[in-house]
């Protein structure tokens, strides 16, 4: 079976702080992706990597930052944390664009709350 | 832009009550159409790929179902464990791997 990992499942912060969000999947998926989730609104992509070192931004990258240093792991930085970060992040991967059963697989969530 | 709106918002069922879940999309070219569970508090559980409309996949209690514009996710006689929010999403042709969310319908079982 899949597994994503993240590396906490609830975070408060203050505004203004940096803020380190790790991913770490152990199928060897080439693809890694970041979401946030609030009511409402669904899942949104702030970003995705589809290769070590490579990131590409999604639907609301503004205020975020992300790393890929091994394949494995995939960091999702908050750069200076606001309110309106407040919310549930989702970590995701999957195998190769060219397979076909390109199913995204996530991780349990981390629900963070900025103050 | 690609779409994806789901309804109801909220269904409330009596065990083995049968129902259907609705996910509209409009999409420049499908890909494929994701069917996730997701419970509270955690992230999106995979249930079904369907790539092209005729498509059918079932899996327990649970038959989804596609045509060009819409995809159904049925519920044979559901049971209170099968309540959570059951997510619809498309992924386009021409998207990478970019999958668009629908909103979800939040499913409750009552015994």
């Known amino acids: 079976d899949v597994k994503v990992t993240q590396s906490s499942r609830y975070l408060v912060k203050r505004t203004g702080e940096k803020v380190f969000l790790e991913c770490v999947q152990d199928?060897?998926?080439?693809?890694m992706f970041w979401y946030r989730q609030d009511p409402g609104l669904g899942l949104r992509l702030i970003y995705f990597s589809y290769d070590v070192k490579m990131k590409e931004k999604g639907d609301i990258p503004e205020g975020y930052s992300v790393s890929r240093e091994k394949k494995e792991r995939f960091s999702l930085i908050l750069e200076s944390a606001s309110t309106n970060q407040t919310s549930m992040y989702l970590c995701a991967s999957s195998p190769p664009d060219w397979d076909r059963d390109n199913e995204q697989y996530f991780g349990p969530g981390t629900r963070l709350t900025v103050t | 832009e690609d779409q994806v709106t789901q309804s109801p918002e909220a269904l409330r069922l009596q065990e083995g009550e049968s129902s259907s879940l609705n996910c509209s999309y409009t999409v420049s070219g499908l890909r494929g159409l994701f069917w996730y569970r997701q419970d509270p508090g955690k992230g999106p559980e995979f249930l079904f790929t369907?790539?092209?409309a005729g498509e059918e996949k079932e899996k327990e209690r649970l038959k989804a179902t596609l045509t060009k514009k819409e995809s159904f996710l049925h519920i044979t006689a559901p049971k209170p464990e099968d309540s959570a929010t059951y997510l619809c999403?498309?992924?386009?042709?021409?998207?990478?791997?970019?999958?668009?969310f629908g909103t979800g319908t939040r499913l409750l079982v009552s015994p």
């Open positions: 369907l790539y092209s």
């Open positions: 999403a498309v992924q386009a042709l021409s998207g990478f791997q970019k999958l668009v």
């Open positions: 199928m060897d998926h080439e693809n």
